[in-house]
């Protein structure tokens, strides 16, 4: 996982790809900018607050093939006011795998990964993941590390989501 800087964001959002490669380090996916409202809403939170970094988008890239498969990223730093009434002190994240590498197992390991080095590098025992009700891939990712339901509520993208929760540090 390569932390997605703020200089890459940057160029990602002016369409500079030749750019984003090469502070990247490696070819970029068809697609990725499709990606934009994301990067956009973190490099506004990485200018607010620089110490935000180790917490949002991080590059999946396979070291072997060095080709960028994803990302993945909590939303925010843990304790975030919007979790209080789910998960208070915890965090939430997300995570995209490009179309040629899904089902592969890249998801669950960066997720595996990204929730052991918050639960030991910062005490994180609560998190949270909102999918949509009819992403059966991803809901049953969910549940294979332990997340389960505890609301629901409207986003504003992409509609109705189930709010998931796994309490715990880290996954076998």
Do not use: C
Request: a negative charge.
């Amino acid at each position: 996982m390569v932390p997605l800087t703020p200089a890459f964001l940057r160029a990602m959002l002016e369409h500079d790809l030749a750019g984003a490669e090469r502070i990247l380090g490696v070819p970029l996916p068809d697609g990725l900018l499709d990606s934009t409202d994301v990067m956009a809403l973190r490099l506004e939170q990485l200018e607010a607050d620089p110490s935000l970094q180790p917490w949002l988008l991080r590059a999946l890239v396979l070291r072997d093939r060095q080709v960028m498969v994803g990302y993945i990223g909590f939303h925010t730093a843990p304790g975030a006011e919007y979790l209080q009434p789910y998960a208070p002190g915890g965090v939430e994240f997300g995570f995209t795998v490009y179309a040629p590498f899904l089902r592969q197992g890249y998801a669950r390991e960066a997720s595996k990964a990204l929730m052991h080095w918050a639960h030991l590098a910062h005490g994180v025992a609560r998190f949270v993941m909102t999918i949509r009700p009819d992403n059966v891939p991803s809901q049953a990712l969910a549940a294979g590390l332990g997340f389960v339901r505890i609301g629901s509520h409207i986003d504003e993208v992409d509609g109705l989501e189930d709010i998931l929760e796994r309490r715990g540090g880290t996954v076998g």
